[in-house]
């Protein structure tokens, strides 16, 4: 990977719902990915079979409560947005108007410009640099890079700062740091009412939820103004 030549950018990196309406050929229908091959396979976590294209699952025959389930890593949502014949607005559209569940939907800022120091993130959080609406965070080190998390792993808004770079093991020169906002049931729903594209949405429920400050003499922490990165 070329750091040099890649841009930063907002994306949606995990996508994952349930409808007990609709058969599996009805979804991949509503995914626009009628066309493409899928092949049957054994499914997961109480489903007993899966159709399967390219890092998309659908799973069903699982228990009559149980629906179909519609799982979407971040490389297919790669495929979704390179094959398929919809836009995610209308696969949103499509889920809410038909009031399906939305189990997570992530959406991620990969920094490779160098905007983000993961160290200095760590360091912020460890020393309660930060304002909050969540009391949880922890810190990670390891030998596949830092993260830091805000918010329990049961919340429903749960963000997350890691180093990509070095959780794909390339080499200390790549630069690729990724906020990550995950959001569960209402949370994600409302997310894909929001009236604007993806990355001022991001930004703005990152904003609603972690600020990290500089020191001040005000006695309201949530004064206290934001750090430049």
Same mark, same amino acid.
């Given at each position: 990977? &070329?750091? +040099?030549?890649?841009? /930063? #950018?907002?994306?949606?990196?995990?996508?994952?719902?349930?409808?007990?309406?609709? =058969?599996?050929?009805?979804?991949?229908?509503?995914?626009?990915?009628?066309?493409?091959?899928?092949?049957?396979?054994?499914?997961?976590?109480?489903?007993?079979?899966?159709?399967?294209?390219?890092?998309?699952?659908?799973?069903?025959?699982?228990?009559?409560?149980?629906?179909?389930?519609?799982?979407?890593?971040?490389?297919?949502?790669?495929?979704?947005?390179?094959?398929?014949?919809?836009?995610?607005?209308?696969?949103?559209?499509?889920?809410?108007?038909?009031?399906?569940?939305?189990?997570?939907?992530?959406?991620?800022?990969? &920094?490779? +410009?160098?905007?983000? /120091? #993961?160290?200095?993130?760590?360091?912020?959080?460890?020393?309660?640099?930060?304002? =909050?609406?969540?009391?949880?965070?922890?810190?990670?080190?390891?030998?596949?890079?830092?993260?830091?998390?805000?918010?329990?792993?049961?919340?429903?808004?749960?963000?997350?700062?890691?180093?990509?770079?070095?959780?794909?093991?390339?080499?200390?020169?790549?630069?690729?740091?990724?906020?990550?906002?995950?959001?569960?049931?209402?949370?994600?729903?409302?997310?894909?009412?929001?009236?604007?594209?993806?990355?001022?949405?991001?930004?703005?429920?990152?904003?609603?939820?972690?600020?990290?400050?500089?020191?001040?003499?005000?006695?309201?922490?949530?004064?206290?103004?934001?750090?430049?990165?």
């Amino acid at each position: 990977m &070329d750091s +040099t030549k890649a841009e /930063n #950018i907002v994306l949606y990196d995990w996508l994952s719902f349930t409808s007990k309406v609709h =058969s599996p050929d009805a979804l991949i229908s509503a995914l626009g990915l009628s066309h493409v091959p899928w092949t049957e396979t054994k499914g997961a976590r109480g489903y007993k079979d899966r159709k399967y294209f390219s890092c998309i699952s659908i799973h069903y025959n699982g228990r009559a409560d149980m629906g179909v389930w519609v799982e979407m890593s971040g490389q297919g949502c790669r495929t979704f947005e390179s094959l398929s014949k919809v836009d995610w607005d209308s696969l949103f559209k499509f889920i809410r108007d038909n009031t399906l569940k939305i189990t997570r939907l992530d959406v991620a800022f990969d &920094d490779h +410009t160098g905007l983000l /120091n #993961i160290r200095q993130i760590v360091n912020d959080t460890q020393c309660g640099m930060y304002i =909050s609406k969540s009391d949880y965070w922890e810190t990670v080190l390891s030998s596949k890079g830092s993260t830091v998390q805000i918010g329990s792993p049961q919340s429903k808004v749960l963000i997350r700062i890691y180093d990509k770079a070095a959780e794909r093991g390339y080499s200390s020169d790549v630069h690729w740091v990724r906020v990550e906002i995950q959001l569960r049931d209402d949370r994600a729903v409302q997310f894909t009412k929001i009236p604007l594209p993806i990355g001022p949405a991001f930004a703005g429920v990152v904003l609603n939820y972690l600020r990290y400050i500089e020191p001040a003499e005000d006695a309201n922490k949530w004064r206290w103004p934001m750090t430049d990165y």
